[in-house]
């Protein structure tokens, strides 16, 4: 049997963005602290949960999945749609669509199926071993997914085109370490392109404390600047950001805060759906939620 996950939670002594000493409480999300670096302004969970709570969090559930087929095909539509928007940005930086693609926490595999229609060569690597199983099956034998952590991919190196981490970073308990790994599976020239939460997005000036992104798996939380200077200091250049855009319909968004409660949001939207005509309320608008999106280029040959 592999050995329990440990129950001990990890102080962080330094600003895992620019190594300064001194931080603020900002909240408790759940029993955790999270402050702010006073240098840098990155938020974080200080001390992170300890990996028994963290692997009480990523159950099977973890990935949001409908029980009905309506709702399994509306989360599918919205993600795809996504994925395209994001192929589109990697497009107009040059990248693609023929190329190896590496996923880091490809979930359910959306993202790497409208790849692999583009012409892509995809592999994914995915935590939660009922996630690769899916993504295997959305894929039809195209590519490959691999279960574990980043740490699958040791033996290789410069292997990649382009890796791409949606809602993952954020997850993560050594950033510098991670991207520096990415760094080394990237070709000189490789393009990343990260998506996380921003704490300069309007859902959290206009939620603050009870902003959905606000939660106990969630370990950093950057802003343009944090990620800017995070990317910057593993190596990469020509770093780009703009707003995160998801295609998204009220269905979508209704399910989602069903599932996370903001008191006010919920029972709002539940009122909305209920008075909105049901193909409205399965139509996908772009809109601009709560993260941002940055894509930068490893230095085109080694220093
Ligand atoms: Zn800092």
Redesign the pocket.
Known sequence: MPPAPSSARHSLAT?P??G?REFRPVMLVGPHPVVR?T??Q?QFANPQPSDAELAAIYGPSYVLVENDPVGEAMVLQSKRATADHYLDLLAEAGVGPKGKLLEIGCGSGNFLRQAAQRGFDVTGVEYSEFACARARAVLEGRGRVLHGEISVLAAESAAYDVCVLCDVIEHVRNPGAFLGEIQRLLRPGGVILVVTPSLASWSHRFLRSRWMEFKEEHLLYYAPDTIRRQLTQAGFEQVTLRKGVKKLSLDYVAAHFKKYPVAGITQLLRLLQAITPAAWSRHLFPIVASGLVAVARRAPSRS
Do not use: R
């Open positions: 600003c963005v620019c300064g670096c240098q840098c990155l």
